[in-house]
């Protein structure tokens, strides 16, 4: 595919890819304190109609009603919402994360299609909301890449120079010694699943910014499976107590110039699931590998 090294074609693989990046960034702190959460696609469509809904109430002289900032933080404050939600019902009623999560998606996406009718909701088209997720810094770097290379630096340093992020490699390597070393292994899992809302938020930010619509059956569709693929690949262990998200960010990356690549070569994008799934695979087998 002779246009794939062009410059262009690159930086739209980075603006393409922020999306599920910022979901993935959130996952990999799930994943390795021990979790999952299958509800991050359906979450990201109601917290993106949550933003919708209110960037698009304007007054009759055109001015917005609610300020984009607020709208953009009512947003993230529903998909933290929904993290706390998953995160208290798996500690506290102790349940398996992949069957609370799941449930969870099933509901967001449930809500989202009652209030926008399984329609598709227009947003305000302004320049203001519609440039996060299309504009460029210096007309050459995708803002939603900035905003996502951001958020994994200051994850980073969470992750590795605060007693959270160990806490939360203790947690996933081993739950029953880390309780036992006083760590309140609860409010570990609860935060991690919060931060995962925060990302997923951000996600939905760029996602809405980017079409100024919602689709409700639609928006979101996938893409935590693509965020857990991004995860895997990043060298993250779905068994918790590893990973790093400079990995995260190489996994992600390298999801975009697969499917980029489907694409340029005209493979049919009906075996984008075939060639993903074949990828997580190959990721796991690798890691039982090594171990």
Same mark, same amino acid.
């Given at each position: 595919?002779?246009?794939?090294?062009?410059?262009?074609?690159?930086?739209?693989?980075?603006?393409?890819?922020?999306?599920?990046?910022?979901? !993935?960034?959130?996952?990999?702190? #799930?994943?390795? !304190?021990?979790?999952?959460?299958?509800?991050?696609?359906?979450?990201?469509?109601?917290?993106?109609?949550?933003?919708?809904?209110?960037?698009?109430?304007?007054?009759?002289?055109?001015?917005?009603?609610?300020?984009?900032?607020?709208?953009?933080?009512?947003?993230?404050?529903?998909?933290?919402?929904?993290?706390?939600?998953?995160?208290?019902?798996?500690? =506290?009623? =102790?349940?398996?994360?992949?069957?609370?999560?799941?449930?969870?998606?099933?509901?967001?996406?449930?809500?989202?299609?009652?209030?926008?009718?399984?329609?598709?909701?227009?947003?305000?088209?302004?320049?203001?909301?519609?440039?996060?997720?299309?504009?460029?810094?210096?007309?050459?770097?995708?803002?939603?890449?900035?905003? #996502?290379?951001?958020?994994?630096?200051?994850?980073?340093?969470?992750?590795?120079?605060? =007693?959270?992020?160990?806490?939360?490699?203790?947690?996933?390597?081993?739950?029953?010694?880390?309780?036992?070393?006083?760590? =309140?292994?609860?409010?570990?899992?609860?935060?991690?699943?919060?931060?995962?809302?925060?990302?997923?938020?951000?996600?939905?930010?760029?996602?809405?910014?980017?079409?100024?619509?919602?689709?409700?059956?639609?928006?979101?569709?996938?893409?935590?499976?693509?965020?857990?693929?991004?995860?895997?690949?990043?060298?993250?262990?779905?068994?918790?107590?590893?990973?790093?998200?400079?990995?995260?960010? #190489?996994?992600?990356?390298?999801?975009?110039?697969?499917?980029?690549?489907?694409?340029?070569?005209?493979?049919?994008?009906?075996?984008?699931?075939?060639?993903?799934?074949?990828?997580?695979?190959?990721?796991?087998?690798?890691?039982?590998?090594?171990?």
């Amino acid at each position: 595919a002779p246009r794939f090294l062009n410059p262009d074609n690159l930086l739209n693989i980075l603006r393409n890819t922020s999306t599920v990046g910022a979901i !993935a960034l959130g996952m990999t702190f #799930v994943i390795i !304190a021990g979790g999952i959460d299958l509800s991050a696609g359906p979450v990201l469509a109601t917290s993106g109609a949550v933003l919708i809904l209110l960037q698009r109430m304007v007054n009759p002289d055109g001015s917005a009603v609610i300020p984009l900032p607020i709208a953009i933080l009512a947003c993230c404050a529903v998909a933290v919402a929904f993290g706390f939600l998953n995160g208290i019902i798996i500690t =506290k009623a =102790k349940l398996p994360a992949f069957i609370v999560t799941l449930a969870v998606g099933i509901i967001a996406r449930s809500v989202t299609m009652y209030f926008c009718r399984g329609a598709t909701i227009m947003g305000n088209n302004i320049p203001q909301f519609t440039g996060i997720g299309n504009g460029s810094l210096f007309d050459l770097i995708p803002i939603p890449f900035i905003v #996502v290379v951001v958020m994994a630096l200051v994850f980073h340093a969470l992750l590795t120079r605060t =007693k959270i992020g160990t806490y939360v490699f203790a947690v996933g390597g081993n739950e029953n010694a880390a309780r036992y070393s006083g760590i =309140k292994v609860d409010r570990i899992r609860i935060l991690t699943y919060m931060l995962a809302g925060l990302c997923t938020g951000v996600a939905a930010t760029i996602e809405m910014s980017r079409m100024a619509a919602v689709a409700a059956a639609t928006s979101g569709s996938q893409y935590e499976f693509e965020a857990i693929t991004a995860v895997i690949v990043g060298g993250t262990s779905l068994a918790g107590g590893r990973g790093r998200l400079v990995g995260t960010i #190489v996994g992600f990356i390298i999801l975009g110039i697969v499917n980029n690549m489907m694409i340029m070569l005209h493979i049919s994008p009906y075996l984008s699931g075939a060639v993903k799934g074949a990828v997580i695979l190959f990721a796991v087998l690798m890691q039982r590998r090594e171990r």
